[in-house]
């Protein structure tokens, strides 16, 4: 069974760091492109970025372009979101979802349960 | 950016209703779109990929259609456990996903 577990979300003050994790499971996870999708409270899905199975394609949204960086770590089944220079509006559940391709098809077939960050002073 | 448009927005049905959500992308997408379900409080759910090809485990009711800048999700006979929100999604370049439409037991 695929199981997507993040973590590492919580409470943080406007300009502050925080980073997320993604544990993956139930799959051969270096065979697989994975992404973060977030979803403000109450309004829709918003992509994020995505990372290709061997970390050579990477895209961000131009909203987190410069601030936020995706990597993972195939020896340990984990994706990651360096989230810096954290703004109000990054307030979301942040979901882990991986892709139906090792390449970028774009298709997000799993998603974990997603974990909350609040950006607020 | 490509811009996804849902209509409607929100949508009121009864059980065993046809129901047709519209989704059109600014500009051509080829067959690069995706359908998800959304129910309260959890994660979305990939019904529909490549525009028309059904998720393995989704029912059979569900089917999807389109091409170019227009697409459409079908579900054939509402279900209860149907009610939900549901958004499409385009694969063609930076994923972007459409606002959503709600659809409401009537």
């Known amino acids: 069974e695929v199981q997507l577990v993040e973590s590492g979300g919580g409470l943080v003050q406007p300009g502050r760091s925080l980073r997320l994790s993604c544990a993956a499971s139930?799959?051969?996870?270096?065979?697989?492109?994975m992404h973060w999708v977030r979803q403000a409270p109450g309004k829709g899905l918003e992509w994020v970025s995505g990372?290709?199975?061997?970390?050579?394609?990477?895209g961000y949204a131009d909203s987190v372009k410069g601030r936020f960086t995706i990597s993972r770590d195939n020896a340990k089944n984990s994706l990651y979101l360096q989230m810096n220079s954290l703004r109000a509006e990054d307030t979301a559940l942040y979901y882990c979802?991986?892709?139906?391709?090792?390449?970028?098809?774009?298709?997000?077939?799993?998603w974990g349960q997603g974990t909350l960050v609040t950006v607020s002073s | 950016d490509i811009q996804m448009t849902q209509s409607p927005s929100s949508l009121s049905a009864s059980v065993g209703d046809r129901v047709t959500i519209t989704c059109r992308a600014s500009?051509?997408?080829?067959?690069?779109l995706n359908w998800y379900q959304q129910k309260p409080g959890k994660a979305p759910k990939l019904l529909i990929y490549?525009?028309?090809s059904l998720q393995s485990g989704v029912p059979s009711r569900f089917s999807g259609s389109g091409s170019g800048t227009d697409f459409t999700l079908t579900i054939s006979s509402l279900q209860p456990e149907d009610f939900a929100t549901y958004y499409c999604?385009?694969?063609?370049?930076?994923?972007?996903f459409g606002q959503g439409t709600r659809l409401e037991i009537k």
């Open positions: 139930g799959f051969t996870f270096d065979d697989y492109a």
């Open positions: 490549a525009a028309s």
């Open positions: 990372i290709s199975w061997n970390s050579g394609s990477i």
């Open positions: 999604q385009q694969s063609y370049s930076t994923p972007v």
């Open positions: 979802a991986k892709d139906m391709g090792s390449g970028w098809t774009g298709y997000f077939d799993y």
């Open positions: 500009q051509s997408i080829s067959s690069y």
